[in-house]
């Protein structure tokens, strides 16, 4: 079945520095990725959408990679705050009208 | 400012009583959605509605159902609350899928609904 697989231990990094986060699936190619933040007790808010004939998008200091090859997708955040602490949340398109969500993975940025 | 609103931040029913969640969306969106989140799990979809009185199961959708009688309405319904349902629900909303076109296909999520069955 399809799958959305991301890192589900925790990231921490310092204030300043780039954190990556990774974003695999299995079992099919989806058409688009999206990425999307949750702070605890909200629902997850969209960030970024890329297409798979897309290798790399950005807005701001956010930074996503589409590799159709490998099957994933990376998502960067450089010069990190800790108001970037947050789970993210990555999800594909799952058929029509429907996303496929993975996980998450919790982002700790330290001061 | 779009939103989406969830009747309640916080649930508690027993077991057995039927539990309705309402949403409700103003940016006039085709899709709506119910998801439930469970902490290593991630968002596992119950329903969805692509429009009014139209509805297709997700990947869980047993001990629910739904209710869209209003495009910007979408209710969902625990007939008979468990201690398994115990969960936080999410409800979102989109625009209709346009395949490659659609540059608007996010979805756009209430703060979520906090229900404990005890």
């Known amino acids: 079945s399809q799958k959305i697989e991301q890192n589900s231990e925790a990231l921490n990094i310092q204030e300043g520095k780039t954190a990556t986060l990774t974003c695999n699936y299995t079992n099919y190619s989806p058409a688009y990725l999206q990425w999307y933040r949750q702070d605890p007790g909200r629902g997850p808010v969209f960030l970024l959408l890329?297409?798979?004939?897309?290798k790399e998008k950005r807005k701001e200091r956010l930074k996503v990679t589409f590799d159709t090859t490998l099957k994933q997708s990376l998502f960067h955040i450089t010069a990190s705050q800790p108001a970037d602490s947050a789970t993210y949340l990555c999800?594909?398109?799952?058929?029509?009208?429907?996303?496929?969500f993975g996980a998450g993975t919790r982002l700790a940025v330290h001061p | 400012d779009v939103k989406v609103t969830q009747s309640s931040r916080y649930l508690v029913k027993r077991t057995g009583e039927k539990v309705f969640l309402e949403c409700v969306q103003d940016?006039?969106?085709?899709?709506m959605f119910w998801y439930r989140q469970d902490p290593g799990l991630g968002l596992r979809l119950i329903y969805f509605?692509?429009?009014?009185?139209?509805?297709e199961k997700g990947d869980i959708p047993e001990g629910y159902s739904v209710s869209r009688e209003k495009k910007e309405r979408f209710s969902l319904i625990l007939e008979s609350a468990s201690t398994n349902q115990t969960s936080m629900y999410l409800c979102?909303?989109?625009?209709?899928?346009?395949?490659?076109?659609?540059?608007?296909?996010?979805?756009?999520f209430g703060p979520g609904t906090r229900l404990t069955v005890l």
């Open positions: 890329i297409r798979e004939n897309e």
């Open positions: 979102a909303s989109s625009t209709r899928d346009r395949g490659m076109l659609s540059s608007y296909n996010e979805q756009f």
């Open positions: 940016m006039d969106h085709e899709n």
């Open positions: 999800a594909a398109r799952g058929g029509y009208n429907k996303l496929i």
């Open positions: 509605s692509y429009d009014v009185k139209m509805k």
